[in-house]
């Protein structure tokens, strides 16, 4: 079992920037892969960004490269995202997820199916 806790969404104006972090807890972090998802009103859940169990991979939306980055730190059991020029159709909430037990180590799902374990998301708001 893996606990996820996000924190960090609010609003803000567009070409502004938010830090999401989520808190995991239940099982070895270092051992697994971390996304980053979103879903906005009346759309499905999507993909927003990965990374690696040890940090040196990472994957990105193509809606959100060069603006958004994951990072985490595994002595504290932390992912983060970081998310500048922020626009109004980021607008969601936003998840953070760890995938199913059986995921190799090395693997780092990009779809939603990975991922067994999500939290509760953060609002984001982005206004015009």
């Known amino acids: 079992q893996v606990q996820l806790v996000e924190s960090g969404g609010g609003l803000v104006q567009a070409g502004g920037s938010l830090r999401l972090s989520c808190a995991a807890s239940g099982r070895t972090f270092s051992n697994y892969g971390m996304g980053w998802f979103r879903q906005a009103p009346g759309k499905e859940r999507e993909f927003v960004a990965a990374?690696?169990?040890?940090?040196?991979?990472?994957h990105y939306a193509g809606s959100v490269k060069a603006r958004f980055t994951i990072s985490r730190d595994n002595a504290k059991n932390m992912v983060y995202l970081q998310m500048n020029s922020l626009k109004p159709e980021d607008t969601a909430v936003y998840y953070c997820?760890?995938?199913?037990?059986?995921?190799?180590?090395?693997?780092?799902?990009?779809?939603?199916?990975?991922?067994?374990?999500w939290g509760q998301g953060t609002q984001v708001t982005v206004s015009s």
């Open positions: 997820a760890a995938p199913h037990t059986g995921v190799p180590v090395t693997t780092t799902p990009l779809s939603a199916a990975g991922y067994a374990y």
């Open positions: 990374i690696s169990s040890s940090g040196g991979s990472t």
